[in-house]
């Protein structure tokens, strides 16, 4: 299952913790894999724990360094992203 916990776009939401929970239970519960984009994550002062801390091995953490270099990458240098899954 794909989710964006962590002021999701366009809506700008945050999962609590306990929201973040029943995420990793129904992974469990589902036999799923939770693909979890934290493209935004860095802006939000106090984000609470990402999914992949409540379910390493059902997780996969993307997150995209455009969003965090993104001046850098407005002037032609390219956009890079890095990925974190069960059993790196």
Known sequence: MYTMPTLHNPLGWVLNTGQRQALADLARQHDLLIIEDAAYARLVSRPPPP???????????????SKKYRHRTARGGGDFSAALSPGD
Do not use: L, Q
Not at 52 to 59: F, N
């Open 51 to 65: 999914v992949i801390s409540y379910a390493p091995e059902r997780t996969v953490y993307v997150t995209g360094f």
